[in-house]
């Protein structure tokens, strides 16, 4: 929801940022059409990111339709992003009200704008409010305070405003031994680094509002929450600090919220996979509407029986998130579609919505963590690449043999040998009966110059040479199978 009031020029080169901070290199075009604005806009996107982020940059490359740039490893993704958010205005005028000012020119001289700008501001604060309906018939506001709170912890995460949040040492210490004592009986789960900032920064909140803005959650999402080992383990394990991090239960579901709602990981993958079956077996299978939906999304994906682990993991974070409706404003990396995985987000939305309506339920889906859902899917919903089929000519049964031996000892699983018996090089180049990529291993005393194409790559070979030629097949798999350049070895 935020992202559709954030200034799109902060929203693409956060999300650039974030491309390059995990693949290093990125393509211009590619990125502009997921993001629908021209080249040139993104090339100037990646300069305003290179300019603002170069003191944490260890060296740039730019290409005619490539970047690549290295950023220092002991920055952290977030570190850099946040750079690139604080330049945003609305983030620092809605922190700013979120943390109680209500004076427009205060906040002009907090923010170094000028009047206008903030008035300007103001009116698309007004928009978003209204969107979200909390803009009442008589002009007040009415945020819920679970709302409220997730507002503010997004903004002072995004931004790093840490100055909206009173965090004192005794809440930081609290908080860690809160985290440390989860983390030491649930699996030897492990929350990092920065999931670790959210949850402090949401306890930090919760204790800022709790006595003035109490929040409130219904008896079923209390009971949904009691039936699960992490809720008992923080009522456990906030017995055990000597500073108070609640003031009633409600609270401690604040908190079961923040600690539900975060990754996690885990360095024993045997734990890790028990870690994922309680915690599926409680947000799925023990809740019939849950399970309806996971039954409708993996009926009408068409999902293998192959891919069912898979679309469980990618699944159960989706859905944890939903737990009391506080999905809507989770601080999460931004997720953008690929023009074929918009197709997929259409009719993971419209099952998301016709399961809500069938149910009667006020679930509020946020877009970016639907679209992260759609391309996690889509990667279940990839046909498996077609293997290359490798003929062999050979003068002799005795060759072909010979050569099939070789073959199947060297040979990448990319490729298929073929049954095929062949003698002579003519009865195999002709691409009418072959129209997928192929391969010819043709014995030197058959082999021809200049009879392959863009779908047959012929090879000459001998007893002396097959090793070598299988040994560069491997190395090249990926070129042949999706370059249409003809190769003649």
């Not at 901070?21 to 990125?26: F, K, L, P, S, V």
């Not at 004592?181 to 900032?197: A, D, L």
Request: proline residues 3%; glycine residues 2%.
């Amino acid at each position: 929801m935020l992202e559709n009031y954030l200034e799109k020029n902060i929203f693409r080169q956060v999300y650039l940022c974030e491309q390059l901070y995990e693949n290093r290199t990125i393509r211009l075009h590619e990125l502009a059409e997921q993001l629908q604005v021209s080249s040139i806009t993104i090339a100037n996107d990646l300069e305003a990111i290179i300019e603002l982020l170069e003191p944490h940059i260890v060296s740039t490359a730019k290409g005619r339709n490539c970047c690549t740039v290295v950023f220092d490893p002991d920055c952290s993704s977030l570190s850099l992003t946040q750079l690139i958010y604080q330049r945003s205005y609305f983030l620092r005028i809605l922190g700013l009200y979120l943390a109680g000012e209500r004076h427009w020119g205060t906040m002009a001289e907090a923010s170094f704008i000028s009047l206008s700008k903030v008035y300007h501001l103001r009116s698309s604060l007004r928009s978003f409010f209204d969107d979200l309906h909390y803009l009442q018939p008589d002009g007040t506001l009415q945020i819920p305070e679970k709302d409220y709170r997730y507002l503010l912890l997004s903004v002072v995460h995004y931004t790093n405003q840490t100055d909206l949040v009173q965090m004192n040492q005794p809440i930081s210490q609290a908080g860690n031994k809160l985290i440390e004592y989860v983390e030491g009986r649930f699996f030897s789960r492990c929350y990092p680094i920065e999931e670790k900032q959210l949850i402090l920064l949401g306890v930090a909140i919760g204790l800022q509002r709790a006595k003035t803005n109490p929040i409130f959650f219904t008896e079923k999402e209390k009971a949904e929450a009691r039936r699960t080992p992490l809720f008992q383990l923080i009522k456990r394990g906030l017995k055990q600090l000597s500073f108070s991090l609640c003031h009633d239960e409600n609270e401690e579901f604040y908190l079961y919220s923040l600690f539900n709602s975060r990754n996690y990981l885990c360095n024993n993958l045997e734990l890790l996979q028990k870690d994922f079956e309680v915690v599926y077996q409680n947000h799925v299978q023990y809740n019939p509407l849950v399970l309806q939906l996971s039954q409708r999304l993996t009926a009408a994906l068409c999902l293998s029986e192959s891919n069912q682990l898979l679309f469980e993991k990618a699944f159960l974070p989706f859905i944890r998130s939903t737990w009391a409706d506080m999905q809507l404003f989770q601080p999460e990396k931004i997720c953008v579609l690929s023009r074929q995985q918009k197709p997929l987000y259409a009719q993971v939305r419209q099952l998301l919505d016709q399961w809500k309506k069938d149910n009667q339920l006020t679930i509020r889906w946020d877009d970016n963590l639907v679209r992260r859902l759609t391309i996690n899917l889509s990667l279940l919903n990839q046909q498996p690449a077609k293997k290359i089929e490798v003929f062999i000519v050979a003068p002799s049964d005795f060759k072909y043999l010979y050569y099939h031996q070789q073959l199947e000892e060297l040979l990448g699983e990319h490729f298929n040998i073929s049954s095929m018996i062949c003698n002579h090089l003519n009865e195999v180049v002709d691409d009418t009966f072959f129209c997928t990529k192929r391969v010819i291993l043709c014995d030197s005393s058959l082999y021809q110059e200049d009879v392959g194409s863009d779908n047959t790559l012929i090879y000459s070979i001998n007893c002396h040479t097959i090793a070598e030629v299988v040994a560069q097949l491997n190395q090249q798999v990926q070129v042949l199978a999706d370059t249409p350049q003809r190769y003649i070895f």
